[in-house]
C-alpha cells in the first residue's frame, strides 16, 4: 500500500525549491501532517492519483467486490470452506481492512489491521472503533460515519473525496498518523460500513527523509559559489542556483529556462555542442575511455564583465523524464591569471623581462614545427656575447651591470621587427630569432643593427657609485641561417655559437655568419666547452695531489690540482681548460668541485691518522668575485669536517690586486666564518704587488712563481727569490718555493730557510693514494728510525 504515494510527484516536490509547485495532496506532509484537522481533504486531494483508491477498475474496486461475495457466501452457508475463504482473501491483503457496523461496531477484520493496531481479535470483534481513536477524533469520525452510511445502500466504486484522514491510538498507547477509505456496503440485509485502511508513518518517515535530502541539497546549492545548472536534453536550463549570478552575474529567473547557449558567446557554443551532448549520454565512469574529459575550459558570457574563462564539470541522471545533465560552472578568471604570471615567471629572465632559454626553446621548437613553412623558408639565429661587461660589473658595481644588461634588452627589443624575438640566456648572452627571412641579407642587416645600437654610449646610474657613469660595450655576434646552418633547436644554437666564438677571436664588436669551413677552430673550441660541461657530472674530472715538503723534506702538505681526460682519451692541460672554464662561466661548479673535493680527500687523510697534512687549493679569481662566495666556501668546508687550520686557499696577485680593497673585505670576512683558514699568494713575483698593500693584505703565504725556480741559473731571477724570501720573513709570512726539480734546487731553498717547497723532484701531481702512500712511508720510516734510537739508548738492549 505504501506504493500508493506518487513516488514521482514526490520527488518533484522535493526538488523544486518553489514551494507553489508541490502538490497540495502532499502539502500538509511538508508542514507537518500530524499537526492539521483531521477531515481536512481539499478539494485539489482529488487530483491525487491513487491506483489503489482510483475510481473504476480500480485495487479496491475489485477487491471489495469479492469480500462482498465472499461474504454473501460465508452468510448462506455459514460452512467453514467459504469463512475460511473469506480470511484467506482478507488476510491476504497487506492493509487493514475492517467491516464494521455504521454505528462503528467492529463487524470484521483482517491479520493486518489487528497486527497494525497491536490488538488481539477477540479483543476487538464487537467493540465499537472509537476505542482505537484518540479521544479528540472519536465524535467527527462518528459524524463522518454516520452521514457515510446514509449516503446509499449499494456498493459503489470510492472516490478520492471518500479518503478521510484521521489518527489511530495504538494498543502500545502510540498515536498514529492513518487515511482510510468507506464505502457503505449491504451485509445480508444489514447496512455495513467496510473501511480500508493505511498507516501512513512508512510514508511520513520516507517523506521526512525526502524532505531532508532536499533541504541538503538546497543548502548545498546555495553555499557553493559556483553555478549549478540542470538541463533538459534539448539543452534548456530547467534548474539554476544562486551562483549563476556570482559567477555569470545573471538572476537565476533570468536564465532558467533559457537555452544554455546563452552562457557562450555563439562561436564557442558551437564548437562544443557535439562534445557537450555526449555527456549527456556517457556517464561518468565511462568518460575517460570515449576520451571525455573530467572539466572543461571554455569562455563564458558574463551579463556586465564580457567574456571570462570558465571551466565546467558534468555529471548526468536519467529521470522519468529523460536524462538531465547537471554542470558545476566555475570562473577561473583569478586562476588564469596566476597561471599566465607563474608561467611568465617561468619563462621569462627577471632582470630584462626577455624570454629565457626554455622560451627560446619552445619558440623554436613551434616555429620549426609551423606547417606552413615551404622549402623557400628561412628563419636566423642570432648569439650574442657582449664585449667588456664583466669589467662594467667588476669596476662600476652589480647594479651597473644589471642596468647594463636590462638597457642592453631595451635597444634589442627596438631593433627587431614585430615577429622577431629577443631571449637572454644569463650572463651577458643574448639570442634573437628572426622567424622569417628572405635570405642572410636579412640577418646582416638585423646584426648591424644590434651591433651600432649596442656600441652607443651607455650611461648607467649604479646606486652604489651614486652617479651615472658613462660606459662603452661591444658585442660579439654569430649569426646562423635556418635550415641551412642547423635544421633543428642544436644545430642552429649552435652554429650560432660557434659563429659567435669566431667573431670573439676575430677581435669582438662583430658579427660572424657561420660557415663551416672557416669555423673548425671555433667549433673545436666550442665542442671542447660543450665536452667539458658535461664531463664535470660524469666524473670526467680527477682531482690530483702534489705534495708540499718543509725544509727537512718531510710531506707538510699538498696542492689540488685538477686533471681532465676527454671522452677520446686525451688528456688536456690546465693551461688549456682553465681558461675556458674561465671564459664559459664553468669555472664556478668546477672551482666548487675541486674545493669539495679536496676537503673531503684531506679529511680521509687526517681519519687515517695524519691529522696534520694541509692541503692548499686554487681559487679562480671569477670563484673569488662570487658574491656568494663565502657562503658556498663555508658551507664545504663545514660540510666536509676539515679543520679550516688545514686549509690553504691560493690566489693569484692579480686577482688580490684587482681589488685590494674588497679582497681585504673578503678575506676577513672568511676568516671569521672560518677561523685558522689561510691564504696564499699564488705565482707570486709575476704582478705588481706593492709592498704598502702587501703588508695590509691578510694573507698567510707566498708561492713564488715557478718560472723564477725553474731559472734559477739567471742572475735577474736569482736576486728576485731572495727578494721575496727577504720579503716573507720581513712580514712574518712563509714562503712555499713551487717547481723544485733538482737536488741542488733543493739545497738552495733549504738554506735560505724557505719553509716549504713543491717540485717534481719530491713527487709529480698524483692520485690521492699514491700522495698518501708517500705520507705513510715516511711515517713509517720515522718509527723506525725512532724505535732503532728508543733501543740504541735501551739498558736492556745495550
Ligand atoms: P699553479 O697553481 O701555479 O700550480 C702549479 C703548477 O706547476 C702545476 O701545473 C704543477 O703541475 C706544476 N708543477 C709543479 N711542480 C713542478 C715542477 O717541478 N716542474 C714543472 N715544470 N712544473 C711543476 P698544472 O697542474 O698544470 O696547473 C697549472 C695551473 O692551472 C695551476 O698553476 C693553477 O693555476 C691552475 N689550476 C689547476 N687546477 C686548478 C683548479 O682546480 N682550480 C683553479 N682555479 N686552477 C687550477
Ligand atoms: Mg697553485
Ligand atoms: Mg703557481
Redesign the pocket.
Known amino acids: 500500500m505504501q506504493k500508493s504515494i506518487d513516488m514521482q510527484e514526490l520527488l518533484e516536490a522535493i526538488e523544486s525549491s518553489d514551494s507553489e509547485k508541490v502538490p497540495e495532496s502532499l502539502s500538509g506532509m511538508f508542514s507537518g501532517p500530524m499537526d492539521r484537522p483531521i477531515y481536512d481533504q481539499g478539494p485539489a486531494a482529488s487530483q491525487h492519483r491513487n491506483p489503489f483508491y482510483d475510481p473504476g477498475e480500480s485495487i479496491f474496486s475489485q477487491l471489495l467486490e469479492r469480500i462482498l461475495q465472499g461474504y454473501a457466501l460465508k452468510l448462506e452457508n455459514e460452512g467453514e470452506e467459504s469463512s475460511a475463504s473469506l480470511d484467506i482473501l482478507l488476510d491476504g491483503v497487506s492493509d487493514s481492512v475492517l467491516i464494521m457496523s455504521p454505528s462503528g461496531k467492529i463487524i470484521e477484520a483482517n491479520q493486518a489491521f489487528f497486527r497494525t493496531f497491536g490488538y488481539q481479535r477477540s479483543d476487538l470483534i464487537d467493540s465499537p472503533i472509537y476505542e482505537l481513536l484518540p479521544e479528540g477524533y472519536r465524535a467527527a469520525f462518528h459524524q463522518r460515519l454516520a452521514d457515510f452510511s446514509m449516503q446509499g445502500d449499494a456498493p459503489r466504486s470510492a472516490t478520492p473525496d471518500d479518503i478521510l484522514a484521521f489518527r489511530g491510538l495504538l494498543h502500545d498507547g502510540s498515536v498514529v498518523s492513518m487515511d482510510c477509505l468507506l464505502t457503505a456496503i449491504q451485509l445480508g440485509n444489514e447496512p455495513a460500513v467496510i473501511a480500508l485502511i493505511r498507516d501512513l508513518s512508512f510514508d511520513h518517515a520516507l517523506f521526512q527523509q525526502l524532505k531532508e535530502t532536499r533541504e541538503h541539497y538546497v543548502a548545498l546549492s546555495e553555499t557553493i559559489t559556483e553555478a549549478i545548472f540542470r538541463l533538459d536534453d534539448e539543452f534548456n536550463i530547467i534548474f539554476a542556483n544562486s551562483g549563476v549570478k556570482n559567477t555569470f552575474g545573471w538572476e537565476r529567473e533570468e536564465v532558467v529556462h533559457q537555452p544554455f547557449s546563452i552562457l557562450f558567446p555563439p562561436e564557442v557554443f558551437a564548437k562544443h555542442e557535439g562534445e557537450f551532448r555526449k555527456y549527456f549520454y556517457v556517464d561518468d565512469q565511462d568518460r575517460k575511455a570515449v576520451g571525455l574529459k573530467r572539466t572543461f575550459e571554455f569562455l563564458g558570457t558574463t551579463k556586465h564583465r564580457g567574456v571570462a574563462p570558465m571551466e565546467m564539470s558534468f555529471g548526468n541522471s536519467k529521470e522519468h523524464k529523460g536524462r538531465t545533465l547537471t554542470c558545476v560552472i566555475r570562473d577561473i578568471t583569478q586562476r588564469k591569471t596566476i597561471e599566465r604570471k607563474l608561467r611568465h615567471l617561468a619563462f621569462h629572465d627577471k632582470l630584462t623581462g626577455l624570454g629565457n632559454r626554455d622560451l627560446f626553446n619552445e619558440d623554436m621548437a613551434n616555429m620549426l614545427a609551423n606547417p606552413e613553412h615551404d622549402s623557400s623558408w628561412r628563419g636566423c639565429v642570432l648569439f650574442l656575447d657582449l664585449d667588456g661587461f664583466k669589467h662594467v660589473n667588476d669596476t662600476l658595481g652589480h647594479d651597473a651591470g644589471d642596468e647594463l644588461l636590462i638597457e642592453t634588452g631595451r635597444r634589442l627589443r627596438v631593433c627587431l621587427r614585430e615577429h622577431d624575438t629577443a631571449y637572454r640566456f644569463g650572463g651577458d648572452e643574448f639570442v634573437v630569432v628572426l622567424s622569417n627571412i628572405k635570405d642572410v641579407s636579412d640577418g646582416v642587416i638585423v646584426a648591424e643593427r644590434i651591433l651600432a645600437s649596442v656600441s652607443d654610449l651607455y650611461i648607467l646610474r649604479s646606486k652604489s657609485k651614486n652617479s651615472g657613469s658613462r660606459v662603452n660595450v661591444g658585442v660579439s655576434i654569430g649569426v646562423a641561417i635556418i635550415p641551412d646552418n642547423g635544421a633543428t633547436i642544436e644545430e642552429a644554437t649552435k652554429s650560432a655559437d660557434i659563429a659567435m666564438y669566431c667573431s670573439k677571436e676575430e677581435g669582438k664588436n662583430r658579427y660572424t655568419i657561420y660557415d663551416p669551413a672557416v669555423s673548425a677552430k671555433a667549433t673545436a673550441r666550442w665542442q671542447m666547452e660543450q665536452e667539458m660541461k658535461t664531463a664535470l657530472g660524469d666524473g670526467g674530472f680527477k682531482l690530483f695531489y ?1 705534495p708540499i715538503v718543509g725544509a727537512d723534506g718531510k710531506v707538510r702538505g699538498m ?4 686533471r681532465w681526460r676527454r671522452t677520446d682519451g686525451d688528456q688536456v ?3 688549456v681548460f ?1 681558461p675556458l672554464a674561465e671564459e664559459s662561466g664553468m ?1 664556478i661548479p668546477l ?1 666548487d668541485w ?1 674545493l669539495r673535493r679536496a676537503c673531503y680527500d684531506t679529511r680521509r687523510i687526517h681519519d687515517r691518522g695524519f691529522k696534520d697534512i694541509y692541503v692548499s687549493v ?3 679569481s671569477h670563484q673569488f668575485e662570487q658574491p656568494n662566495f663565502a657562503d658556498e666556501l663555508e658551507s664545504i668546508v663545514k660540510g666536509s669536517g676539515l679543520s679550516p687550520s688545514c686549509l690553504k686557499l ?1 690566489l693569484t696577485e692579480s686577482t688580490i690586486m684587482h681589488d685590494t680593497k674588497d679582497a681585504i673585505e673578503r678575506f676577513n670576512d672568511i676568516k671569521k666564518r672560518l677561523p685558522g683558514i689561510s691564504f696564499m699568494v ?2 707570486f713575483g709575476t704582478g705588481y704587488s706593492s709592498l704598502a698593500y702587501l703588508s695590509q693584505l691578510p694573507v698567510d703565504a707566498l708561492k713564488i712563481d ?1 718560472s723564477f725556480v ?1 731559472n734559477l741559473a739567471e742572475l735577474q731571477n736569482e736576486k728576485v727569490v731572495n727578494a721575496i724570501i727577504n720579503l716573507g720573513h720581513s712580514l712574518k709570512l712563509d714562503i712555499v718555493a ?4 733538482t737536488k741542488e734546487q733543493w739545497a738552495y731553498f733549504s738554506e735560505r730557510d724557505c719553509g716549504f717547497m ?4 719530491f713527487l709529480r ?1 698524483a692520485p690521492l693514494e699514491e700522495v698518501y702512500a708517500l705520507i705513510a712511508k715516511e711515517a713509517k720510516a720515522e718509527a723506525i728510525a725512532a724505535g732503532n734510537a728508543a733501543s740504541a739508548k735501551s739498558p736492556l738492549t745495550a
Not at 696542492?559 to 685538477?562: T, Y
Not at 713551487?738 to 726539480?741: D, K, S, V
Not at 713543491?758 to 723532484?761: M, P, T
Open positions: 702534489q696542492e689540488a690540482l685538477s692541460p690546465p693551461s682553465i669555472i672551482g675541486a686554487n681559487v679562480s691560493e699564488d705565482d715557478i725553474l713551487e717547481g723544485i726539480e713543491q717540485g717534481y723532484y701531481p
